[in-house]
């Protein structure tokens, strides 16, 4: 392994532990008319972000077409559609079904990153994401849903994939901060025009919605999204892939703690499944690592 390694595996299972540490905060907030919550969350998130990308080293040009082009593709896939297809698919299947089909995140990214790279999928990292994507779904569980549901998960999946795929030609020119900053900026309008267009009107939030709001907008968007993207400027989407697995884990830990009960025994044997996995996933030969892009440590 290369030194830049340890570094990224951590601020990806950091990244990954605080999005599955999260979801009770989530919860707190899903009464909130969904398009126009989204769109101050990520209003609140663009405006932690944007003094920080501006304080970056200034850039050697403007943006390019392609440049501009993936960051909407990435805005409109990985925050606008991965949220409103998630909301979508959990009114027609229960939550355990929506979790496991978007737990084979790190299969898929097994399969993409790889191949998007001009390289060949490695067998090792392939045998660990099955075990990620086994783990995940016995500590999620299974649940039932219609055919629609299905096929929205799926979609919710493909968002999750692109919100990591897409970024990758974005980070060595532009960095963590930048693509974390333009994508939010862009989700704002996206967000806005749905929030108009809904028959949801939008309200004014409850004590307990704001402050979910602000958690959701300042902590877990710009903190997540720093972290992962960080991760991928160290380590190839497939590998970094591997700790989406930690979310199931990690909502698991934080449900049983806020409602003290034990988890489950398929829970524990899914943790041990994925723990397993990424200790298997980490010990691959290491393929070409992303270059790290200027101006990021």
Not at 16 to 40: C, K, N, R, Y
Not at 157 to 174: D, G, K, N, Q, T
Not at 237 to 260: E, M, N, V, W
Request: charged share 10%.
């Amino acid at each position: 392994m290369t030194p830049t390694t340890p570094a990224g595996s951590g601020r990806a299972a950091a990244a990954m532990s605080l999005l599955g540490a999260s979801t009770g905060v989530t919860a707190a907030f899903s009464s909130f008319p969904v398009a126009g919550g989204q769109a101050l969350r990520y209003t609140l998130a663009a405006a932690v972000l944007l003094p920080l990308a501006r304080r970056r080293p200034r850039l050697a040009h403007r943006l390019t077409g392609r440049e501009l082009a993936l960051l909407l593709a990435l805005s409109a896939t990985g925050l606008f559609g991965f949220n409103l297809l998630l909301v979508a698919a959990l009114r027609h299947t229960d939550p355990a079904v929506v979790g496991s089909v978007v737990g084979c995140t790190p299969l898929l990214l097994g399969v993409a990153g790889p191949l998007l790279a001009r390289r060949r999928p490695a067998a090792r990292l392939l045998v660990a994401a099955a075990l990620v994507v086994g783990g995940a779904a016995l500590t999620q569980g299974f649940g039932h849903g219609d055919a629609l549901g299905l096929l929205l998960a799926t979609g919710t999946l493909l968002c999750e994939a692109a919100f990591s795929l897409l970024a990758v030609p974005l980070l060595p020119r532009l960095g963590p901060v930048r693509v974390s900053a333009y994508t939010t900026l862009m989700a704002v309008p996206l967000f806005a025009v749905t929030a108009a267009l809904s028959p949801s009107a939008l309200r004014a939030p409850t004590g307990g919605e704001l402050l979910a709001l602000l958690y959701l907008g300042a902590v877990l968007t710009c903190g997540a999204f720093l972290l992962w993207y960080s991760a991928l400027t160290v380590l190839p989407a497939d590998r970094a892939g591997l700790f989406g697995g930690l979310i199931p884990l990690t909502a698991t830990l934080s449900g049983a703690l806020l409602t003290a009960t034990a988890p489950t025994p398929p829970q524990f044997l899914g943790a041990a499944l994925v723990t397993a996995a990424l200790l298997f996933g980490a010990t691959t030969a290491n393929p070409a690592t992303p270059a790290t892009p200027a101006g990021t440590t």
